[in-house]
């Protein structure tokens, strides 16, 4: 009789476990491989990233099926990141990236970077090295630097020593920049007067685009160009924040 109930209970967990993961389908593989964890800070990881909470699932950069909760057929196509062919193999990573990171992606193109990348070179920076594996969360500007400084040492002859320097600054500055913009967000929403909120939205969005475009030139580690887009969406943040604050004190 027990032996009964346990397998009632069983076939009933069995209808609806799929169902529930059915509403939530980027969460597939992660939901099987929870359970049975073999690598489980790389899920945690994941599972905290912009990629977990955007339903961004396993299967957008390793492949496989995430439609199916068979071990065999979920796998199929998955190759070895060793593999020259796997999407997260490291030459792979910056294309594998760029499928949802256009912008990113087509700057890097343009640096010297991806030309020793594709040479063979093992030691250039990629996507993961800045960015985590999974995490997609960016250095901090010191930890770049240490990183930027395992080719770019000032004992290396032509290795360019102010480089490291230079993307700690860059980073610095993007991050400086986009704080202010934040401030400026919810001073924008409190604005009742419709016309007036559009119009300071609109200067938000002046202010947002030579950030976006300094990101862009940092990912092509165009230092110059970028440190000009920095400083102009510095101040046309500024600016706003200003306006914003005299618009308040009326």
């Not at 945690?44 to 496989?64: D, I, K, P, T």
């Not at 240490?146 to 993007?174: K, N, W, Y």
Request: positive net charge; contains cysteine.
């Amino acid at each position: 009789m027990l032996k009964t109930f346990a397998r009632a209970i069983l076939l009933l967990l069995f209808l609806l476990v799929p169902l529930q993961w059915a509403s939530a389908q980027g969460t597939r593989c992660a939901d099987c491989h929870l359970a049975n964890p073999d690598a489980p800070g790389h899920l945690y990881a994941w599972e905290r990233s912009a990629h977990g909470q955007n339903n961004v699932g396993c299967e957008a950069c390793h492949g496989g099926d995430a439609t199916t909760f068979e071990s065999f057929a979920a796998h199929r196509g998955i190759l070895n990141s060793g593999n020259p062919s796997s999407p997260v193999n490291r030459r792979n990573i910056p294309r594998t990236c760029g499928t949802c990171h256009s912008g990113p992606f087509v700057a890097f193109q343009n640096s010297r970077h991806l030309a020793l990348l594709q040479a063979g070179n093992q030691d250039v920076p990629v996507c993961t090295t800045c960015h985590s594996a999974v995490a997609a969360q960016m250095l901090s500007p010191r930890a770049l630097e240490v990183r930027c400084q395992r080719c770019h040492a000032a004992d290396r002859p032509g290795s360019h020593p102010e480089f490291p320097a230079l993307g700690r600054r860059m980073l610095e500055t993007i991050q400086e920049v986009r704080t202010l913009l934040r401030e400026a967000q919810p001073q924008i929403r409190r604005i009742r007067d419709a016309e007036l909120r559009q119009r300071f939205e609109e200067q938000y969005r002046q202010a947002e685009v030579p950030i976006i475009e300094a990101v862009n030139f940092a990912h092509a580690f165009r230092y110059e160009a970028s440190e000009e887009r920095r400083a102009v969406s510095r101040q046309r943040a500024e600016a706003l924040l200003d306006q914003l604050a005299n618009t308040a004190r009326r």
